[in-house]
């Protein structure tokens, strides 16, 4: 054989290797930040190559809706939080968690990825236990300042443990710490590429009017439950917020299944709704400040929109102090104020300061556009198709 026949040879070889389908699973979930940053690596892995992708995630909840509305195969499995505290709870969570683990291993094996990719929460355990038993490669990513329990759980079966802020390494023992690798939290694209004259026309539509051009985008969001501080604020509040704002309030489902506000439409310049999901990135691009909790998918959205924030995050007894630290970090950048617990008085004043300070506000706006990520999904994607040579 010639060396012309070998080199054609060698290039059929590498052509095939290259087009050869790679079988990648994704797991995570029980809210939404578990489940839209995982989206943003798959569209990025989608960029770059053509995966076979699908996804193991809780049996009821909102993990089945979202993952097939993005095209993806999804298997449902048995979920049992894990709990800190004492709960008679966490019984019979060990025999989901136990039988979520069985499920997962059956669907592993019958699968065989290459690869599984942790979005954490509870009810990633079990799949990234089984993957590692079954000599399947683990990635995890963390989004929050300190991890969570299932991080830290995972991060002892994980190859590569990425998080959103350098600081996370610091939580972790120094075994693991050479697995660590920041790249920030991973934004859809729709937020990245959000245009706020769309946002604008929607909101208009929604409304019915046309928002007044003295008025700046004052846009509260409390999540897909809506949060109970913020709706009574904005209840407190309302009246003087619209003198300044046209204010759009996200209340959450937990009030209706209908746009409606605790405080009632009081004023044309309030437009109440209940949710937003596809529209959210244009409005985020069309506000002038965020009003809201400082969960990874809040500070890290926004941040991608480049939009100041004020933040008041969930805190106390029933939570681990995450949104706190990541509330902490976004005003350490400059991109955000945080309040806890504030009085009407008090986050009425903070906000009042803030519209008559332009400069404050547009410092508030540059340093949010700069502590964004956007890159954060590609340099997962680029890691994971250079590990498994999947570039095309």
């Avoid at 070998?6 to 930040?33: L, N, S």
């Avoid at 008679?88 to 060990?94: G, Q, S, V």
């Avoid at 004052?218 to 009246?239: F, H, P, R």
């Avoid at 986050?347 to 706006?365: R, V, Y």
């Amino acid at each position: 054989m010639n060396a012309g026949m070998r080199g054609m040879i060698t290039a059929d070889i590498i052509t095939a290797k290259r087009r050869t389908v790679i079988k990648i699973a994704f797991t995570g979930g029980g809210t939404g930040g578990h489940i839209y940053p995982a989206l943003a690596v798959i569209a990025a892995l989608k960029e770059i190559s053509n995966p076979d992708i699908f996804w193991i995630g809780q049996k009821t909840g909102m993990d089945k809706s979202i993952v097939e509305a993005a095209g993806l195969r999804f298997y449902g499995i048995s979920a049992g939080k894990l709990r800190r505290y004492f709960s008679l709870r966490n019984i019979a969570d060990i025999f989901n968690i136990i039988r979520g683990f069985i499920e997962a291993r059956k669907i592993l094996a019958k699968e065989m990825p290459a690869l599984l990719f942790s979005k954490g929460g509870f009810v990633s355990v079990p799949p990234v236990i089984a993957a590692a038993s079954l000599k399947i490669s683990v990635h995890t990513h963390e989004s929050d300042v300190s991890p969570g329990l299932a991080t830290k759980i995972n991060t002892f079966f994980a190859e590569r443990v990425w998080t959103a802020y350098e600081k996370t390494e610091l939580f972790f023992k120094p075994q693991f710490r050479k697995k660590v690798r920041r790249c920030g939290n991973p934004v859809r694209s729709v937020f990245l590429e959000a245009n706020a004259l769309r946002g604008r026309i929607f909101l208009e539509k929604k409304a019915g009017q046309t928002i007044p051009e003295d008025k700046k985008i004052l846009l509260v969001l409390g999540g897909s439950q809506g949060a109970k501080e913020i709706n009574d604020l904005v209840t407190a509040c309302l009246g003087d917020f619209t003198k300044y704002f046209f204010v759009v309030h996200q209340t959450g489902y937990v009030l209706g299944d209908t746009d409606t506000s605790p405080a009632g439409n009081v004023s044309k310049n309030y437009l109440p709704l209940a949710y937003m999901k596809d529209e959210l990135p244009d409005v985020l691009a069309a506000a002038h400040l965020v009003l809201g909790r400082s969960g990874a998918g809040t500070v890290w959205e926004a941040a991608a929109a480049g939009v100041p924030m004020l933040l008041i995050p969930l805190c106390g007894s029933g939570t681990r102090g995450d949104q706190v630290e990541n509330a902490r970090y976004f005003t350490g950048e400059g991109a955000a104020l945080m309040l806890i617990h504030p009085k009407p008085e008090e986050l009425m004043q903070t906000i009042l300061d803030l519209i008559k300070d332009e400069n404050g506000l547009a410092a508030l706006a540059a340093a949010s556009k700069r502590a964004g990520k956007p890159d954060a999904a590609k340099i997962i994607a680029d890691e994971i198709c250079l590990k498994f040579d999947m570039n095309v």
